[in-house]
């Protein structure tokens, strides 16, 4: 195969990121697992989207940079990895769709946004501070008639902000990972 026909099966243009190839691939393999697809050849289209998938992922800088670092990367797959890959590919189309899901290959799929990282800790930080002024300004300005404000509605928000806050720095966290793990493959 060719590294166009690699995109097509996944669906995909040349000049794709990574984040898109990882989103078809795990729209295409949910799509082709043979534990969900009843299709006869479900077992080989989930086989050639993983070795798609694998090629385009593990070369992706490669490919992008000249003819040569392209043609070096082809034959390097067709020596080593493409065997290995179909291989690998087998076992997960023949596991159910669960277990391939708890796979480590299947987990290298995930996308860490940058932009929703940062949006995360912006709306977790806009919790916190208008649960913290919005409780002090009613306790400093109360309304006529009407009672104090609700302690457990003032530490649930605090409890939803720190919520937000955490998750936020958990993506974070493997976003960083996620980023390091890429450097290091190039």
Same mark, same amino acid.
């Given at each position: 195969?060719?590294? &166009?026909?690699?995109? =097509? ?18 729209? =295409?393999?949910?799509?082709?697992? !043979? *534990?969900?697809? !009843?299709? !006869? *050849? ?22 992008? &940079? ?7 990367? $082809?034959? *390097? ?5 493409? *065997? ?18 708890? +796979? ?26 208008? &649960? ?9 300005? !109360? %309304?006529?008639? $009407?009672? =104090? ?6 530490? $649930? ?10 998750? +936020?720095? %958990? ?13 290091? =493959?190039?």
């Amino acid at each position: 195969m060719t590294i &166009t026909d690699y995109y =097509k099966i996944l669906g995909l243009q040349a000049n794709s990121s990574i984040d898109e190839i990882k989103k078809a691939y795990r729209k =295409k393999a949910r799509l082709c697992h !043979p *534990d969900i697809n !009843p299709a !006869p *050849d479900a077992k080989d289209q989930f086989i050639c989207i993983t070795e798609a998938y694998d090629f385009l992922i593990s070369n992706h800088e490669k490919i992008k &940079t000249d003819e040569q670092a392209y043609q070096e990367a $082809m034959e *390097d797959w067709r020596k080593y990895r493409q *065997d290995r890959s179909r291989k690998r590919a087998t076992v997960y189309a023949r596991a159910s769709y669960v277990t391939f899901k708890k +796979s480590k290959f299947y987990k290298t799929t995930r996308i860490f946004d940058g932009t929703s990282i940062i949006f995360s800790f912006v709306v977790s930080i806009m919790v916190l501070a208008y &649960t913290v002024y919005g409780y002090n300004f009613r306790l400093k300005h !109360p %309304i006529p008639g $009407m009672e =104090k404000p609700s302690v457990f509605a003032f530490i $649930m928000l605090l409890m939803l902000g720190m919520l937000f806050f955490v998750v +936020s720095l %958990i993506y974070l966290k493997a976003y960083q990972e996620t980023s390091r793990k890429q450097k290091n =493959k190039s």
